[in-house]
């Protein structure tokens, strides 16, 4: 007999199948976002699988209830990946993530981003692009060239707390995140990453803003250039460790 969903991860992934249905013509409506964050705020570790997160098995493979392939040593530190569903509208997965691990700088083009923290504490540092592209081109060392962003969010969120969004073009789309604590994060995306519909996933590299000539924008209205950043594209970095898990929470019925 095969066990069914407790209705917080079931009712999300059918909200999301709802919201974010192929028939859309726009983006989801402000309220559409707002009913998915609401019931993302009432799911916690149990409800995926996971404890709390402060109990690992005796050989450092992570969390209860996610079995992991490619085991490491437990001093390797790789953050986890559980997909929880992966489809052409949407992805719901998971992160889980060691104390001071890193998820670099990186975009969601033309995506809307919804982040829940279900355990542990994590650091969140994000940008959005200034509009127009403000482009400089560099001499010399260091980056070719670097365009001009905004600081959008530089907070620690511990569990339990509300759902952040991103969306295409605010909320901070390009985002960073350093697990203080160990700690865990329920994703949804969509559109998922598709390279071939151009929504490819870019790393990058902040500079302060003094650190290369500014344009008006990083004066503008008086405000202080802490608030801007200086961003290039660089390379997925080589110290990203990641490793794949498989989700052994509650079945989803798709």
Same mark, same amino acid.
Request: charged share 20%; aromatic share 8%; net charge negative.
């Given at each position: 007999?095969?066990?069914?969903?407790?209705?917080?991860?079931?009712?999300?992934?059918?909200?999301?199948?709802? #919201?974010?249905?192929?028939?859309?013509?726009? &983006?989801?409506?402000?309220?559409?976002?707002?009913?998915?964050?609401?019931?993302?705020?009432?799911?916690?570790?149990?409800? !995926?699988?996971?404890?709390?997160?402060?109990?690992?098995?005796? +050989?450092?493979?992570?969390? /209860?209830?996610?079995?992991?392939?490619?085991?490491?040593? +437990?001093?390797?530190?790789?953050?986890?990946? *559980?997909?929880?569903?992966?489809?052409?509208?949407?992805?719901?997965?998971?992160?889980?993530?060691?104390?001071? @691990?890193?998820?670099?700088?990186?975009?969601?083009?033309?995506?809307?981003?919804?982040? =829940?923290? /279900?355990?542990?504490?994590?650091? !969140?540092?994000?940008?959005?692009?200034?509009?127009?592209?403000?482009?400089? =081109?560099?001499?010399?060392?260091?980056?070719?060239?670097? +365009?001009?962003?905004?600081?959008?969010?530089?907070? *620690?969120? #511990?569990? &339990?707390?509300?759902?952040?969004?991103?969306?295409?073009? @605010?909320?901070?789309?390009?985002?960073?995140?350093?697990?203080? #604590?160990?700690?865990?994060?329920?994703?949804? /995306?969509?559109? &998922?990453?598709?390279?071939?519909?151009?929504?490819?996933?870019?790393?990058?590299?902040?500079? &302060?803003?003094? @650190?290369?000539?500014?344009?008006?924008?990083?004066?503008?209205?008086?405000?202080?250039?802490?608030?801007?950043?200086?961003?290039?594209?660089?390379?997925?970095?080589?110290? /990203?460790?990641? +490793? @794949?898990?498989?989700?052994?929470?509650?079945?989803?019925?798709?």
């Amino acid at each position: 007999m095969t066990k069914s969903s407790p209705p917080s991860i079931q009712a999300l992934y059918d909200l999301c199948k709802k #919201t974010f249905a192929p028939s859309a013509t726009r &983006p989801p409506s402000s309220l559409a976002i707002n009913k998915l964050c609401s019931l993302l705020d009432t799911i916690g570790p149990a409800d !995926v699988g996971l404890d709390d997160g402060n109990k690992e098995n005796d +050989r450092g493979h992570g969390p /209860l209830g996610i079995k992991l392939f490619n085991r490491a040593s +437990r001093w390797a530190q790789p953050i986890t990946y *559980v997909d929880l569903h992966e489809g052409e509208n949407f992805t719901m997965c998971m992160f889980c993530f060691p104390a001071s @691990s890193v998820i670099p700088l990186h975009d969601h083009p033309g995506m809307t981003v919804l982040s =829940k923290v /279900l355990y542990g504490s994590l650091h !969140v540092k994000a940008y959005d692009w200034i509009e127009p592209a403000n482009i400089q =081109k560099i001499k010399g060392a260091g980056p070719a060239t670097v +365009r001009l962003a905004k600081l959008a969010v530089d907070e *620690v969120l #511990t569990a &339990p707390c509300s759902t952040s969004v991103l969306y295409p073009k @605010s909320g901070g789309n390009l985002h960073s995140f350093t697990a203080i #604590t160990p700690c865990a994060v329920l994703d949804i /995306l969509a559109p &998922p990453y598709d390279e071939v519909a151009g929504r490819k996933c870019t790393y990058y590299q902040d500079y &302060p803003c003094n @650190s290369f000539p500014t344009g008006e924008d990083g004066h503008e209205n008086g405000v202080e250039n802490v608030e801007y950043a200086w961003l290039a594209e660089i390379n997925t970095p080589e110290d /990203l460790y990641m +490793r @794949s898990g498989v989700y052994e929470g509650p079945p989803i019925q798709t």
